[in-house]
């Protein structure tokens, strides 16, 4: 059983940064695909960005070279650096544990909210 906490989600203005934190309670964290997916309002809920265990990195188009993913295997934390937000940006990000690069694995946190807006 893997359980996620995330951290660091909050209002921001358009051009601003967040980081968003995903604490792993399991010491298999090291080898576990791990993503981040977001759900706005009205919509399906989308991958923003994975990490494969060995550092390998994917991104939604929508948000290639504003966010970076990145994971501390030591500290079984997983982060999503945000930067140069959009309003566009806006929804309920969830950490997801031991998916893949085509789908979300079962394990999922209760979500963070991000909204962008002056």
């Known amino acids: 059983q893997v359980q996620l906490v995330e951290s660091g989600g909050g209002l921001v203005q358009p051009g601003g940064s967040l980081r968003l934190s995903c604490a792993a309670s399991?010491?298999?964290?090291?080898?576990?695909?791990m993503g981040w997916y977001r759900q706005a309002p009205g919509k399906q809920r989308e991958l923003v960005a994975a990490i494969t265990a060995g550092g390998s990195t994917n991104y939604a188009d929508s948000v290639k070279g504003r966010f970076t993913i990145s994971r501390d295997n030591v500290k079984n934390t997983m982060y999503l650096q945000m930067n140069s937000l959009k309003p566009e940006d806006t929804a309920v990000y969830y950490c997801?544990?031991?998916?893949?690069?085509?789908?979300?694995?079962?394990?999922w946190g209760q979500g963070t909210q991000v909204t962008v807006s002056s």
């Open positions: 997801n544990a031991a998916g893949s690069a085509s789908k979300p694995g079962n394990y």
């Open positions: 399991a010491s298999i964290f090291r080898i576990l695909h």
